[in-house]
């Protein structure tokens, strides 16, 4: 075809139409005569076609019978365009339905960019004037490209240019508006459609409670629902679905139920979307009962099960371990005439590997591929990984071997997870095989796998192999970027190599590589960990000027290194700081900030912090109950210690081990034998074992010249030390 390309047809969004472009454009096989023999006529559209055949001259037409031949464009879209070229070149007034078919031609064609401009340009040089439907195609096809921007602007000049929007229209836009999650817009466009005096329709409400739904607004979802029911709109199986959705996914399957039973009696039966919803929501909310009924119920109806259902059902009962079931439904779902796909193989694979089973996944892998199903990814990953899980490395080889061939794997999409779960497990001698295996093959390791395999190297504790394998991947061209610093610079640190860490820190920024929050938040740590506490405050103060962002975790690593590091008066300074700044602060940095305060012997100070917990939006941890707990002791103050005791279990927050224990030995510390007796009746009420530091205590404290050998019996006898016990 002989058209012009579309920046020849419009050079530029906005800039006036060239029709003259437009006149050469011709139909398919078009002759000087404008004639087309027979055997061109199937490629041009089908009312076209006839006049060729005929040896119609097109040129001597008159206008209405010109009109009454508009070219469908189902499959050749680009067809409209020659037509309307050829009209054009006749000098032919449009009339605004041929006007409207060409803007569709247009859009169908996918050059959307040209539709708007002419609607927005051409219509005086073509004499038309736009109606609503002209609008309509063209917003519609900018939103199937993707243009939500473009399509709101020509919604809003339409009605600027007087062209008012029907129900379709405003539709479409709270549709992709929606789809946005712009729900507060979507909400004044439908506004803006009642105040117009244009009723919304079962589709419009449908669309709003989806983007409520969608975004996790099921409140907005319901609201939608009962408006639409008080002002006489019946919902359709496709609202009932998605409102039932709505409520699944927040977990109010209950409220769903109703909905599903209703469905009935008001002549909407459920169907297999319906099911498909329900039987999520039972499975997210861990209702198996309901799950296994409502299936059923689901075959006594009639209603046919498809892959999505039976997925849903294989998965819920693999991923809780009843495998048993799990493989019984994969059976009823062949003979129900459905055949398993790839997810219903993986699903019944994945968790054979996690559970140990490799001969049973691998008998459903050698099933799938008789059944003339063809292995994914996904599959070859899961298997992949459950033989290095469990060891069969030369399995784990061969499968990837046939992955490679199979031409499903030449990224670290694939390799990554094999070599990061074996550096995770402590596997790296492994991982360095696989790693080595995998370049054998053919396959180009990129950064991510080289970074994996130094993290593995690091967690042991071997930075210099993590360095040997950091100089692999410079000689394969190579270059570490923020994350292989990271891990190396974590690595130094663990070990205590800071000196090291240092200099790797000062090298990154030499090579252009911007250190990043979580690279200060490792050296920083590094360094308050080894006691440098001048370079740590050096390195936070360039921190801050260099204008990195300061998190939280951040904030948490200086003021907790500054008190191990006895500047608990620099602590509080800076805590006191970033309070006037508001500063974001969580629970962590105020059970330091308590500590820190009861260290320092400011203890009104630290009831006043803990007061101001629930003050701020957070909530005391067991940790933050521990410390005033611990800390009121050594303070003598018994009385207050209790209380907080009552506190805790009034909040819900239910005592540990290590507060129990911790809380004990504090007590017999100072001689408090009697309330001591009563936190270790709790441990015992509670089923918590006694730590090891705890019985030694009681040992030295009650066994013989210990101070309150004398005190023995107030112990429950389980803890009286034997030879306590045998002096009785």
């Known amino acids: 075809m002989g058209r012009p390309n579309d920046e020849a047809v419009f050079p530029g969004e906005g800039l006036h139409v060239d029709f003259g472009s437009w006149k050469n454009v011709g139909i398919p096989g078009e002759n000087p005569r404008n004639q087309m023999s027979p055997k061109e006529f199937p490629q041009v559209p089908e009312l076209f076609a006839p006049l060729c055949f005929l040896r119609l001259d097109i040129t001597k037409m008159d206008r209405a019978a010109f009109f009454d031949l508009q070219p469908p464009s189902q499959g050749r879209p680009d067809l409209v365009v020659a037509f309307f070229g050829r009209l054009i070149r006749l000098g032919l007034r449009l ?34 004037v736009p109606n609503v439907f002209s609008y309509s195609i063209v917003i519609n096809g900018c939103f199937k490209e993707g243009e939500v921007d473009k399509a709101c602007n020509l919604f809003h000049g339409m009605i600027q240019l007087g062209v008012q929007p029907n129900v379709a229209i405003y539709t479409s836009i709270i549709d992709a508006l929606s789809k ?123 209603v046919v099960p498809n892959h999505r259902i039976f997925n849903i059902l294989i998965n819920a009962y693999a991923k809780r371990g009843l495998m048993d079931a799990a493989m019984h439904m994969f059976e009823v779902m062949r003979q129900q005439g459905v055949n398993p796909d790839v997810f219903s193989y993986q699903i019944v694979m994945d968790s054979l590997c996690k559970m140990g089973r490799m001969d049973a996944a691998l008998d459903k892998f050698n099933q799938m591929v008789n059944q003339g199903v063809s292995p994914d990814i996904v599959v070859y990953r899961c298997l992949v990984l459950g033989s290095c899980s469990h060891g069969d490395f030369e399995k784990a080889k061969e499968l990837i071997s046939e992955a490679v061939n199979r031409g499903l794997c030449s990224n670290s999409v694939f390799f990554y997870p094999v070599i990061n779960d074996l550096c995770k497990e402590g596997k790296v001698k492994e991982a360095q095989d696989m ?45 570490p970027d923020a994350f292989t610093y990271g891990i190396l610079l974590n690595g130094y640190c663990k070990i205590g190599k800071i000196a090291d860490g240092l ?42 000027e260099s204008g990195i962002p300061v ?39 105020l059970n330091t900030m308590i500590s820190a305060m009861f260290k320092t012997r400011r203890i009104e100070e ?28 050594k303070e003598g103050l018994l009385a207050e210690a209790d209380d907080m005791f009552l506190a805790m279990e009034k909040a819900s927050c239910a005592p540990n081990s290590s507060l129990l224990n911790q809380v004990v030995r504090a007590l017999l510390e100072k001689g408090a034998v009697v309330k001591a007796a009563t936190y270790l009746a709790k441990l015992d009420a509670k089923q918590l074992s006694v730590e090891a530091s705890t019985i030694s205590l009681i040992v030295s404290l009650f066994s013989g010249e210990g101070k309150l050998r004398e005190h023995v019996e107030l112990l429950p006898v389980k803890y009286q030390p034997p030879e306590s016990s045998a002096d009785n």
């Open 551 to 589: 998190g939280v975790d951040t904030y948490n690593i200086v003021l907790s290194g500054l008190c191990k590091n006895n500047c608990t008066d620099e602590a509080i300074e800076l805590f006191k700081k970033l309070r006037a700044m508001n500063v974001k602060i969580n629970v962590i940095i």
């Open 606 to 633: 630290a009831k006043d912090l803990f007061a101001t917990i629930s003050a701020i939006g957070l909530v005391p941890s067991v940790v933050t109950y521990s410390v005033m707990m611990t800390n009121f002791i």
């Open 503 to 544: 200099s790797l820190f000062r090298e990154m920024s030499l090579n252009g590589v911007k250190p990043t929050t979580i690279m200060y938040n490792i050296i920083l740590h590094g360094l308050f960990f080894s006691g440098r506490t001048v370079s740590a405050k050096e390195i936070f103060h360039t921190m801050n």
């Open 180 to 302: 946005c999650r712009a729900m507060d817009k979507a909400e004044v466009v439908l506004q803006q459609m009642v105040d117009q005096g244009i009723e919304p329709n079962i589709r419009t409400y449908t669309t709003l409670i989806h983007g409520y739904s969608a975004s996790g607004q099921w409140k907005a979802a319901v609201r939608v629902f009962k408006e639409m029911a008080s002002v006489g709109v019946l919902p359709n199986a496709v609202t009932l679905n998605s409102f039932m959705d709505s409520l699944c996914k927040h977990r109010r399957t209950k409220e769903a139920r109703v909905i599903f039973d209703s469905m009935a009696a008001k002549g909407q039966k459920p169907d297999v979307v319906s099911y498909s919803t329900m039987l999520s929501g039972y499975v997210k909310e861990g209702c198996f009962d309901d799950m296994t009924c409502l299936f059923n119920s689901m075959l006594q109806n009639g």
């Open 95 to 128: 009339e605004v339905i041929s006007f409207s078919n060409l803007l569709k031609g247009l859009c169908q064609a996918k050059r959307t960019n040209e539709a708007v401009a002419l609607l927005l340009h051409g219509t005086p040089e073509l004499d038309c």
């Open 435 to 479: 790693f080595d295996f995998i370049v054998g093959i053919g396959q180009r390791p990129d950064v991510i796998m080289y970074n994996s395999l130094m993290d593995g190297y690091c967690l042991v504790g071997k930075v210099e192999e993590a360095l040997r394998v950091l100089d692999a991947m410079k000689s394969a061209g190579l270059q």
